[in-house]
């Protein structure tokens, strides 16, 4: 059997793109890394290659997603400040260009929050409620058409999967970790998870990605250095307490 870990690409941006209607977003998204896009737009790099800055540049990036995350979902001027440490007059000037670069996508969120606080209700795209009966964070109406798009695009996958016997074994906020029997189920996963992505945008295109692919006994790891010092430092408890022979961290 084949393990194989696929998640949508940058989905909450991409959601964002599709349901605000912006043209700027939309083209951003498809270009392959809205990260980079976002630090060219912060002035924080003048490197025109997604590719070699994602290489050079991880911490820079990893930085970038919590940022465009941030600002997506009305992060402040102190908090951007804090998040790239820069005074805030350089965070107020990042906030102001995000907004003229994508302008459409600020009056979409604007307008969406002000009518789910008129009509005491906001709507997923697929129709599931949330209803708003105390004052609550606009941070919290912000997030929601992404996090509840996601949702559905997770559920309508997961269910297509399961009606061509392709039955997930975890599902990983937005990725699903499959047991496949050959190469051809990987990218058959990817398609349907590629057409639910479609089908919850109106016909915008989110990409998907093979995370990991584990045969021959692999086991799957995070690749992020913090996930690997967490492991590390897991196996050296379990090692203390002999829970596991002292050989199994290598």
């Known amino acids: 059997m084949i393990g194989a870990y696929l998640d949508w690409r940058t989905q909450e941006v991409g959601i964002a793109a599709a349901q605000s209607g912006d043209a700027a977003l939309m083209n951003a998204y498809a270009g392959g890394d ?35 995350l941030g600002i997506n979902y009305g992060m402040g001027v102190p908090s951007l400040a804090r998040g790239l440490d820069r005074h805030p007059l350089i965070a107020s000037g990042i906030i102001e260009r995000h907004r003229r670069t994508y302008p459409r996508f600020w009056e979409w969120r604007a307008n969406m929050v002000q009518t789910a606080m008129l009509e005491r209700r906001i709507e997923s795209i697929f129709g599931w409620p949330l209803y708003i009966t105390v004052s609550p964070n606009p941070r919290t109406l912000y997030n929601f058409p992404m996090q509840s798009g996601g949702a559905e695009m997770l559920r309508l996958a997961a269910m297509r999967l399961c009606e061509v016997g392709i039955v997930p074994a975890m599902l990983i906020h937005d990725g699903i970790l499959i047991e496949a029997t050959d190469r051809e189920q990987v990218e058959q996963t990817k398609e349907i998870m590629r057409a639910a992505g479609r089908d919850t945008c109106d016909g915008f295109e989110i990409g998907v990605d093979v995370d990991q692919l584990l045969e021959g006994g692999a086991r799957y790891r995070d690749k992020r250095p913090v996930a690997r010092k967490m492991w590390d430092t897991i196996m050296r408890a379990l090692e203390v307490v002999k829970a596991v022979p002292r050989q199994a961290v290598a």
């Open 34 to 68: 809205i990260y980079h896009a976002l630090a060219v737009v912060c002035d924080l790099t003048q490197d025109p290659d997604p590719a070699h800055w994602k290489k050079e540049n991880p911490t820079q990036r990893q930085r970038m997603k919590a940022l465009q």
